[in-house]
């Protein structure tokens, strides 16, 4: 009766972490969040909260237990692959705007709802598809039916309309990156084992020689880096690797006033958090030229513009900045061991004796060393990057690998995960001298 008491135990685990959970909002006089179009669209825990931000994690995993329990096997199966068509029905909600043409007070009937829907996108859409389509993603809480034939906003349907990386997110996975995903095994067939970062599913659904990120680096295409910008803004709020783990993970208040290079740092918003935190350190944010707009550049607020400074540099090339640490948050998870290496190597000739490396990015954890919702998320992460970019998730011993193939006189000096983060960070210290500027170049591997 093993299967009985497993359902029994999860259930009592579901009730446990839900009395930690309201306990804590009641005591603090919070709400927990809703589908309701004004009700919380995120947890108000954070994560120095360790009890309950550790509770809810538990929680999402043990319903999740629980759900696939009651489904069983055969019908886990069947809802796996049937996901896709609530992906498809997303797609159609994101492509047509409808978040935009439903109130956010009150509701629209589905034939005042399609004519504006027509009249939006130019394009013709009929008022019995797109009630199909919206009475699907209402099982999902994206938008709801109060009485018979009106729609009206939920939540969730709100932050596509309102959160523009949310917005973003759905679009570049919907849109961009979905016909990736579907040539993900023939990709794994055309390319088994390359290592080169344009032999990704998405170079097949694509048809290009382009990698990734060169691809979005491409003056035609920079309304999609706008979008994938405006995304990796999101997975910065995102629980477990979001901004605030970054800033309260890593004892960034010993480094005094040195200048930290951010390097594929994006637009800045994860050294701004940094900076923020921390009134003495500067930093230098760089990241292809390509995903660089006189826009963002001026996203840096009058306050921060003397100590975070947005710049252009291509890291497979020799770093010209000579500073004290090296940073790279969720940026190695983007490159294959080959490029890792190289990104390292390039380093070098800006390095001096006691300068610092330090990495904030996932290790796929050993079996049962995390909550299982957290691997999960590692997972797709790891299969995400897979499908972009050929590149991976490592294990936490990979990365000393790592800066030993790179050079020896690189040392892994520490590697944790803070409780709360799905992040780990692991840091290094160059033990060699400075290179003669005239020996400046990719020092050979050793
Ligand atoms: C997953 S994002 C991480 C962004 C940021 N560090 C963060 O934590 O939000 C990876 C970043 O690496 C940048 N990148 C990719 N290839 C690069 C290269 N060769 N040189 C510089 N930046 C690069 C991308 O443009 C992107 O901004």
Request: charged share 25%.
């Amino acid at each position: 009766m093993a299967s009985l008491e497993r359902m029994r135990s999860v259930s009592s685990e579901i009730a446990e972490k839900t009395r930690i959970i309201t306990d804590y909002l009641a005591s603090k006089g919070l709400e927990a969040t809703s589908h309701d179009v004004d009700g919380l669209a995120d947890f108000p825990i954070p994560p120095s909260d360790v009890e309950p931000y550790m509770a809810r994690l538990d929680l999402i995993s043990a319903t999740r237990e629980l759900y696939l329990l009651s489904l069983g096997p055969k019908k886990m199966l069947q809802e796996t692959v049937w996901s896709c068509i609530d992906m498809a029905a997303l797609h159609a909600v994101w492509a047509f705007k409808v978040p935009q043409a439903v109130p956010l007070q009150g509701s629209i009937s589905f034939d005042d709802l399609t004519a504006k829907v027509v009249e939006m996108n130019k394009a013709a859409i009929g008022v019995a598809m797109l009630r199909r389509i919206l009475r699907l993603t209402m099982t999902n809480h994206i938008f709801t039916e109060p009485t018979k034939n009106q729609v009206a906003h939920t939540r969730a349907s709100r932050l596509l309309l309102q959160d523009a990386s949310a917005e973003s997110q759905v679009g570049l996975i919907c849109d961009n990156i979905w016909p990736a995903v579907v040539s993900f095994v023939s990709a794994l067939k055309k390319w088994p084992a390359s290592e080169e970062p344009n032999h990704a599913p998405f170079n097949v659904a694509y048809d290009t020689e382009l990698s990734f990120f060169d691809f979005l680096s491409q003056k035609e295409n920079q309304w999609l880096s706008d979008r994938y910008n405006s995304s990796v803004k999101g997975y910065g709020e995102a629980a477990m690797s979001g901004l605030d783990q970054v800033v309260a993970g890593y004892p960034w208040g010993e480094l005094g006033d040195k200048t930290v290079v951010d390097m594929g740092g994006n637009q800045g918003d994860v050294a701004m958090a940094i900076a923020r935190a921390h009134p003495r350190l500067k930093f230098i944010v760089q990241d292809k030229a390509g995903m660089r707009t006189p826009e963002s550049i001026g996203t840096v607020p009058p306050e921060l513009a003397d100590r975070v400074k947005l710049t252009a540099h291509d890291m497979l090339e020799p770093q010209p900045v000579v500073a004290d640490v090296y940073f790279f948050r969720i940026v190695f998870h983007c490159f294959s061991d080959k490029y890792c290496v190289k990104i390292l190597q390039a380093l070098v000739p800006a390095l001096g004796k006691g300068s610092r490396v330090i990495i904030n990015d996932g290790a796929m954890p050993e079996k049962g060393t995390v909550g299982r919702v957290e691997e999960r998320y590692l997972r797709m992460g790891d299969l995400f990057v897979a499908t972009t970019m050929n590149s991976r998730e490592r294990e936490v011993g990979e990365w000393t690998d790592l800066f030993a193939r790179a050079d020896g006189r690189y040392q892994v000096t520490r590697v944790w995960k803070p409780q709360t983060s799905a992040l780990y960070f692991i840091e290094a210290e160059w033990t060699g001298e400075k290179e003669e500027s005239g020996r400046r170049g990719i020092h050979p591997r050793l």
